[in-house]
């Protein structure tokens, strides 16, 4: 149905393509999606990967500058990639999540996205955004400043990708099938990997191990990525402290810790130095989860720091991370970023907002004879006790080509059912949810003001949030229930941290401002992938504003059908 579509407006994209960007002035980028064969913990298997790597290939890009990345889907399963953090502007096509903006790219197909970079710096990442297959098709994205600019920080010696990860012995979409057939948790991972190496304290990787090279007194960025499916992690280096100077795409005040807390979506700048004696320090990573009753891979991945002239035989320091439900340390840190505030690096945090959605975020259950959830129910996950139901066609085009029955434009802006969200016990017709297609109706240019209040609904823990098309302010958070009259008196509305991904504290609240000056439907999930697929998610659409700049942009020629 949706050829006819695409077929009817050719003409006007050539047209309208044209008059944004010249094609000589657009680099091209190659991506091959398809099989290769790795090993790892003892064992060899075929993974889905991009250009045969794992991870990905790195895209270098500088500061609004647009390129094309031609996707051509050699493997067994439909794909859809998505460049996360990047805003897209008026360009939702090439977003990526499956059923919100596009139909998979099935088998066979191609796909040519153009990735329209406007004020984001630093340090973003793509990963794919159907099904499970972001556990090894990944990779970083460097955005450098535009031309003839410079770092807000003192220029380092060396650059280090550092993307941290998961790796299961068995095929992960087998993993996802078993999972969703159970109806309980998913099999836990057996591995956590940094650069794609789990290190040497599990069985048969030490000669793999990723090593990162370094002389002394030099400074090195790390450009840090959680590209984990399902755990928050905490990442440190021996006796050495990192300085976050980015996150998200977006530069920060200087801050100086021994350890970094990072989760699923997010990125982070860091700068070390090697100021300490010549030797060798493990990296490490390990995960951290608070939830009561929650299965999870307790391993730790390592790497090796290793300084210049050192002795390879002289046995590596551990750092010094917190234990894994330590939620102190890791929301300590979490909320002691700040935005950096400067005359060439300026913030507008909205002040007045024309719109608040409170939106409660949840594990829940639906009844079963024999699942594997609590007393054999089926396990599940909402926002305002709806459990987000994918619709048989994408819901940009839907939405642009005014096909009805696809979605519902009702979701709620405040949750439905008002009771003790943080409650030490929520009786069961509490934690049942509804299913549906609901979208919740943005006016362009708006000030909107998103409160995410976490339940101790059935396995609470922590959420790390992801809105696309969009960076906001971090403007607040705390614990227990939010109260509209009394938190919003300390929500610091001067230099609060800008992010792309956010954690919700597990019986708490967070709250984020943003202007919404981007038209077009933009996805709104958690970045745990158990609570994706489980259905902890929502759209929000975006409408358009007066004048050509403030429209979606046409669909390019090559959508793939549904």
Known sequence: ????????????????????????????????????????????????????????????????????????????????????????????????????????????????????????????????HSDWSRATVHGLIMVYPRPGGSYPFPKPDAEVPIILGEWWKEDVMKVLEEFVASGGQPRDSDAYTINGQPGELYPCSAPRRFVMKVDPGKTY???????????ILFFGVARHHLTVVGTDGCYTEPLTRGYIAISP????????????????????????????????????ATAILRYAGSSRHTPPEFPKLPSPNDTSAALNFTYSIK???????????????????????????????????????????????????????????????????IFSKKFPESPPLVFNYTADFIPLELEIPKKGTKVAMLRYNSNIEVVFQGTNQVGELDHPMH????????????????????????????????????????????????????????????????????GMETVFIVRSGRGPAARVLPPPPDMPPC
């Open 221 to 231: 960025l790390l450009r840090i990525v959680n590209a984990d499916m399902n755990e």
């Open 339 to 405: 935005s950096l505030i400067s005359k060439l690096h300026p913030i507008v945090v909205p002040q007045k907002i024309n719109k608040r959605i409170t939106t409660t975020v949840s594990v829940n259950v639906f009844p079963c004879e024999a699942c594997a959830g609590p007393n054999g129910t089926r396990l599940a996950a909402a926002m305002n006790n709806i459990s987000f139901s994918a619709p048989p066609v994408d819901i940009l085009e839907a939405y642009y080509y005014q096909i009805p029955g």
């Open 467 to 534: 809105l696309h098309g969009f960076s906001f302010f971090v403007v607040g958070w705390g614990f227990g229930n939010f109260d509209p009259n009394k938190d919003p008196l300390s929500y610091n509305l001067v230099d609060p941290q800008k992010r792309n991904t956010v954690i919700v504290p597990r019986n708490g609240w967070t709250a984020i401002r943003f202007t919404a000056d981007n038209p077009g439907v933009w996805f709104l999930h958690c970045h745990f992938e158990r609570h994706l697929t489980w």
């Open 1 to 128: 149905m949706l050829l006819k579509y695409h077929c009817n407006i050719l003409l006007i994209l050539i047209v309208a393509n044209s008059i944004c960007v010249k094609a000589s002035d657009i680099r091209r980028y190659s991506f091959v999606v398809r099989e290769a064969l790795y090993e790892r913990l003892c064992e060899r298997k075929w993974i889905l990967t991009v250009n045969g790597k794992f991870p990905g290939p790195s895209l270098k890009v500088h500061a609004g500058e647009t390129i094309v990345v031609d996707v051509l889907n050699r493997g067994n399963y439909n794909i859809t990639l998505h460049w996360h953090g990047v805003k897209q502007p008026r360009n939702p096509w090439a977003d990526g999540p499956a059923y919100i903006t596009q139909c998979p790219i099935q088998p066979g197909k191609r796909f040519s996205e153009k990735i329209i970079f406007s004020k984001e710096e630093g340090t973003l990442w793509w990963h794919a």
């Open 265 to 300: 979506g997010q990125t982070m700048d860091c700068l070390l130095r090697s100021d300490q004696p010549p030797a060798r320090y493990y990296m490490a990573a390990c995960p951290y989860v608070n939830g009561a009753g929650i299965s999870f891979d307790n391993t730790t």
